[in-house]
């Protein structure tokens, strides 16, 4: 072995070194790169998730009160007709009573 294998073995090492910290570099670089587009996609996500549901928790909302609305139509009417039932039932009684003069 002469005194420039060393230097060649030592140039040679230093050359796939560099070559080597210079690819994990890169791979550090595409990693963060990544890393960031996966956080924006995620962010993205989320903010379409958070859209939707507060769209669904409005159309919820809006259901409710027209079936609160509903339901307080249907009460009146329920109302309305037990009243004309109950008038109904009175007149027939009146007529009854009056018929057999059970009324002055």
């Known amino acids: 072995m002469t005194n420039e294998d060393p230097q060649q073995i030592q140039a040679i090492i230093q050359t796939a070194t560099a070559s080597l910290l210079q690819e994990i ?3 550090k670089q595409e990693t963060t790169h990544i890393r ?3 956080q ?4 993205k996500s989320q903010e379409e998730i ?13 259901s409710e ?3 609160i609305k509903k339901l307080d139509q249907l009460e009146k009417l329920t109302a309305d007709y ?3 039932q109950a008038q ?3 007149q027939r009684l009146d007529h ?7 009324t002055p």
């Open 96 to 102: 009854i009573e009056k018929h057999l003069h059970l």
């Open 82 to 84: 037990l009243d004309g």
């Open 40 to 43: 924006q996609e995620s962010q």
């Open 88 to 90: 109904t039932a009175k």
């Open 50 to 62: 958070d859209q939707k549901i507060q769209t669904v928790k409005t159309e919820v909302q809006i």
């Open 65 to 67: 009160q027209k079936i």
């Open 36 to 38: 960031q587009e996966i």
């Open 25 to 27: 570099q890169v791979i």
